[in-house]
């Protein structure tokens, strides 16, 4: 192992994949030599073969086409695999390489199998919650600190469906980056300023009270805020609900003091909710937060000639190419207040300057675009370079969400839902054992089941959201991964915690118990591309294959692993695995 210490990080500590690649690539086969390419070079070019149920698969394969620098026609597909098959006949077979074969365009190695479970199973029980992510493929990957805005829901509003989607996926990017070592900021940016806290200041005046505020908060608000909004299109609503949101900006005491109440009760009552979700932040921002800063940003934007003003007196950026106003943003309105672009702007220069971050994400609704495309070309054209650092990650919306009471309109409602329809299930399964805490498995079961539905497709895209699919006992749903768990845990507690070395892997050459040790051997790939493209989908669909593998009867060690590896996906994607079903 001394002799290439220096290439795997932590001296020979990285994961079973990179151990297999250098001990069976460069000290064995000569792969390296042949190619005339350092090891560290290959790494990027060699991959996990993915499971096949239908045939049986190499453990490792090269891509010709990543070790080449040809550019003629050789690179073409029978070009290739000719390189491929003459690259396979120059590489020798031993203890340790069982079989060298060339494919379409890339050589296959299949390795020796005592030697794989071994070097698997260790490795993924030595590891525990780090497997994967010590890998050599995050080796060339900087640690660096990312500032994450998602859920940001508008306070004074009962927490709506459609903050669930932004509120797990932030949670998910927030996690995969800290398993991953780097420093992450999780922002919740509320929606606490703005016109329409104008409104609901009118609309509590007229029909507020304060007895009903203090047992049922936003229940209550989001009634005075049903009352008002009818009597929206009374001009004399409109100027009262100007002169509040006025005031507020003029920090009118009184008006100030109604508002942070609003606040106060919505922050409170949505930390309840989170701690459902097992969600958590590090800061609590706000539009509010920004109302002096956003005068400061109109002051930049007049001083670098960027603000130019309407006839209504309104303030807009000219955002068009060829500065014909064909494009433009509105960033004041005609009596000099805010708007909300313009507070975005302040909180984006603001973190900036505050946490010096690699990256800003903000996991926000894909019906937002428009507005993130005009935030980050006016940050632009203010100067600021690091805008290129900001992401949007959009979302797309969830489609036939209803109760048996019919359309959902609160994320509590679907909560309570899905765990009320869980209780039900687990009550008539015959399968189902006596558990501790029944209520609260059947909330982390039903969180896994939304949770995975929304996962499995791209999160651009909307999804028809479906109970009953959902809610299935068995295929790909989030019940049966947690199912699979908690069966896994079962046995492990039935046999006792036996060590590796009281297990003989020669047992484990079973197709099935093969095919479960090569998936393993991928979870480093699947969280490496998660982490480049932000989707879940990739370790959903890993974790779903990996428990539709599991052999019957499986052997003890193998059942560890799984369970282990199961439970650091799932944790990623926001799901605590439990232990009784």
Known sequence: MREFSGILRGGGEALS????????????????????????????SISAVPVSKKRRVADFQLSIASVTEDSSSDCLAPGLHLQAQKLAERLKCDAVVSEISAGPGTVNFTINRELLAKTVL??????????????ELFSTVPKQKAVIEFSSPNIAKKFHIGHLRSTIVGNFIANLKVALGHEVIRMNYLGDWGMQFGLLGVGFQLFGNKEKLKTSPLQHLFEVYVQINKAAEDENTKKLAKDFFRKLEEHDEQTLSLWKQFRDFSIDEYIRIYKRLGVHFDEYSGES????????????????????????????????????LSSFSTVMRSDGTSLYITRDLAAAIDRMNKHNCDSMIYV????????????????KLMGYDWVERCQHVSFGLVQGMKTRRGEVI?????????????????????????????????????????????????????????????????GDTGVFLQYTHARLHSLEQMHGNEQLTHINVACLQEPDAISVLQHLLRYDE????SSQDLQPKHIVSYLLTLRTGLPEPARLCLFQAARSVLANGMKLLGITPVTQM
């Open 17 to 44: 994949k990179a151990l297999l690649i250098f001990l069976v690539f460069v000290l064995r086969c000569g792969l390296s030599k042949v190619l005339d390419l350092p090891p560290e070079n290959l790494i990027k």
């Open 122 to 135: 260790q490795q993924v029980l030595k590891d525990g919650s780090e497997y994967g992510v010590k890998s």
């Open 289 to 324: 937060f920004y109302q002096e800063k956003s005068k400061e940003v109109l002051k930049m934007l007049e001083n670098k000639g960027l603000l130019q003003k309407t006839i209504k007196g309104t303030g807009i950026v000219d955002l068009s190419e060829k500065k014909d």
């Open 364 to 379: 926000v609704s894909k019906s937002q675009s428009n507005h993130f495309q005009h935030l980050f070309q006016i940050l």
């Open 410 to 474: 609160f994320l509590e409602d679907v909560l309570n839902e899905v765990r009320s329809r869980m209780l039900q299930n687990m009550a008539s399964a015959k399968t189902t054992k006596e558990i501790e805490d029944p209520m609260e498995t059947a909330e982390k079961v039903g969180l896994a089941a939304l949770i995975i539905q929304d996962f499995q497709g791209l999160l651009s895209s909307d999804y028809q959201f479906s109970w009953d699919r959902a809610l299935q006992s068995r």
């Open 526 to 529: 699947v969280l490496y591309r």
